[in-house]
């Protein structure tokens, strides 16, 4: 059975980082890509991250560009996103998914992944 179980989300004060980890079960997803999407209370699902098998393609949000990082560790078979100068509207529900497609090019759309998490919220006070 596939399982990704999400850690690290917590509470901070603006301008605070945290460090996401996103840990794959049941399977390796050497060759999958990997993303990070959130949704705000009231909002849609949003893309936040994504990479791609081997870690030298990544893509970001606008919103998070030069402020968040996504990386993996092949060994750990885990996906993190580390979160600096966080920001009040960075406040959401932070899940991590897998994508077949996005092995090759890190995918930004919802619909491209395949397993997803169950979340880890993130909550930033100002």
């Known amino acids: 059975q596939v399982q990704l179980v999400e850690s690290g989300g917590g509470s901070v004060q603006a301008g605070g980082s945290l460090r996401l980890s996103c840990a794959a079960s049941g399977r390796t997803f050497s060759s999958y890509g990997m993303g990070w999407f959130r949704q705000a209370p009231g909002k849609e699902l949003e893309f936040v991250a994504a990479i791609n098998w081997g870690g030298a393609r990544t893509a970001y949000a606008d919103s998070v560009k030069g402020r968040f990082t996504i990386s993996r560790d092949h060994a750990k078979n885990t996906v993190y996103l580390q979160m600096n100068s966080l920001k009040p509207e960075d406040t959401a529900v932070y899940y991590c998914?897998?994508?077949?497609?996005?092995?090759?090019?890190?995918?930004?759309?919802?619909?491209?992944?395949?397993?997803w998490g169950q979340g880890t919220q993130v909550t930033v006070s100002s």
């Open positions: 998914a897998t994508s077949r497609r996005g092995g090759l090019v890190p995918q930004s759309t919802e619909s491209t992944y395949d397993y």
